[in-house]
């Protein structure tokens, strides 16, 4: 079975080369040690992640169960009265439906689905960008979209994308989507990223955000057998990135997962918001500890 982001199924691999999946799993992870392929959740796929990108209906059937996980979690840190800005994605659409329970709150987006969610909450402000539609995941995009922006300040910015890695920061596979992205990211004193880890160690061909601005990751628990994953996100992690894990085993409602070299919370990477203090007592994003500090080093373990 191919999945939607191209790769195989190990169950298919097993079927086709008639031998047990303990046995493809262990040789594809040989065969990734030596960069002839990268691994998946339960697959794998050739090297290099410069995909097409797949289109919404695709995108909304893949990690529903973890999307929601980490739109429960994001939705915690906006705070009443706060101005923010929401990119386009289906999990930034799942944040939307939640933040449609947040008062006074005004929410600048160029998604039609954000937006759609957003339309019959009563005391939160939709602002849409101008902008082209972009059909195969509803976004307005180009120099009008990007026009739009310039002159905005906001709080926080929601994005989501495609991959998400230490080196580059958060990817997506179009130009004109990675470039309202980056202008989204202007318009924000803080960055939180909403990838599932399914997009962790993946690199698409745009760059949106790089990793010295993204504040905070939200993301799920990695399978035990996902070393990848975890191994991105103690490289974020030791980069100052911010990590909250939705789910994660003993705290339904999330947690940190801090470095082994613990850095200070960022705080505004562009200028001071009011009420990020009350955030950060509110979402325990103090000083770790030493449970906190270890837990990227028992997802590696695994």
């Given at each position: 079975?191919?999945?939607?982001?191209g790769?195989?199924?190990?169950?298919?691999l097993a079927?086709?080369?008639?031998?047990?999946?303990?046995t493809?799993?262990?040789?594809?992870?040989?065969?990734?040690?030596?960069?002839?392929?990268?691994?998946?959740h339960?697959?794998?796929?050739l090297?290099?992640?410069?995909?097409?990108e797949?289109g919404?209906p695709?995108?909304?059937?893949?990690a529903t169960a973890?999307?929601?996980a980490?739109?429960?979690?994001?939705a915690g840190?906006?705070?009443e009265?706060?101005?923010?800005?929401?990119g386009?994605?289906t999990?930034?659409?799942?944040l939307?439906?939640?933040?449609a329970?947040?008062?006074?709150l005004?929410?600048v987006?160029?998604?039609l689905?954000v937006?759609?969610?957003?339309?019959h909450?009563n005391?939160?402000?939709?602002v849409?960008?101008?902008?082209?539609?972009?059909g195969s995941n509803?976004?307005l995009?180009?120099s009008?979209?990007e026009?739009s922006l310039?002159?905005?300040?906001?709080?926080?910015a929601?994005?989501?994308?495609s991959?998400l890695?230490a080196e580059?920061g958060l990817?997506t596979?179009?130009?004109?989507s990675?470039?309202?992205?980056r202008?989204?990211?202007?318009a924000?004193a803080?960055?939180?990223?909403?990838?599932?880890?399914?997009?962790?160690?993946?690199?698409?061909?745009?760059?949106?955000?790089?990793?010295?601005?993204?504040?905070r990751?939200v993301t799920?628990?990695?399978?035990?057998?996902?070393d990848r994953a975890a191994?991105e996100l103690q490289?974020?992690?030791?980069q100052?990135?911010?990590i909250a894990v939705?789910g994660a085993s003993?705290?339904?409602?999330g947690?940190?997962?801090p470095?082994g070299r613990?850095?200070p919370l960022?705080g505004?990477?562009?200028?001071?918001?009011p009420?990020?203090?009350?955030l950060r007592s509110?979402?325990?994003?103090?000083d770790p500890?030493?449970?906190e500090r270890?837990?990227?080093a028992d997802?590696?373990r695994?």
């Amino acid at each position: 079975m191919v999945r939607a982001n191209g790769a195989v199924s190990l169950r298919e691999l097993a079927r086709v080369v008639q031998t047990s999946e303990v046995t493809v799993r262990r040789d594809v992870r040989a065969l990734e040690a030596e960069g002839l392929l990268d691994r998946r959740h339960g697959g794998a796929v050739l090297p290099g992640g410069f995909t097409r990108e797949s289109g919404f209906p695709q995108k909304s059937h893949l990690a529903t169960a973890e999307k929601t996980a980490i739109a429960d979690l994001a939705a915690g840190l906006v705070e009443e009265g706060e101005a923010i800005v929401v990119g386009a994605g289906t999990t930034t659409q799942e944040l939307a439906r939640r933040l449609a329970r947040v008062p006074g709150l005004t929410v600048v987006t160029n998604s039609l689905l954000v937006a759609q969610a957003l339309a019959h909450a009563n005391r939160v402000e939709v602002v849409m960008t101008g902008g082209t539609l972009r059909g195969s995941n509803y976004a307005l995009v180009g120099s009008g979209a990007e026009q739009s922006l310039q002159g905005l300040r906001v709080s926080r910015a929601f994005l989501s994308g495609s991959g998400l890695t230490a080196e580059r920061g958060l990817s997506t596979s179009n130009m004109l989507s990675a470039s309202v992205d980056r202008a989204l990211v202007q318009a924000a004193a803080e960055v939180v990223v909403l990838a599932d880890h399914t997009k962790l160690g993946t690199d698409t061909m745009f760059q949106t955000v790089p990793t010295d601005l993204i504040t905070r990751l939200v993301t799920d628990e990695p399978p035990a057998h996902d070393d990848r994953a975890a191994t991105e996100l103690q490289a974020l992690a030791d980069q100052g990135v911010q990590i909250a894990v939705a789910g994660a085993s003993g705290n339904p409602g999330g947690e940190q997962v801090p470095a082994g070299r613990r850095a200070p919370l960022p705080g505004p990477r562009r200028g001071h918001v009011p009420g990020t203090s009350a955030l950060r007592s509110a979402t325990g994003l103090g000083d770790p500890t030493g449970t906190e500090r270890g837990r990227v080093a028992d997802l590696r373990r695994r």
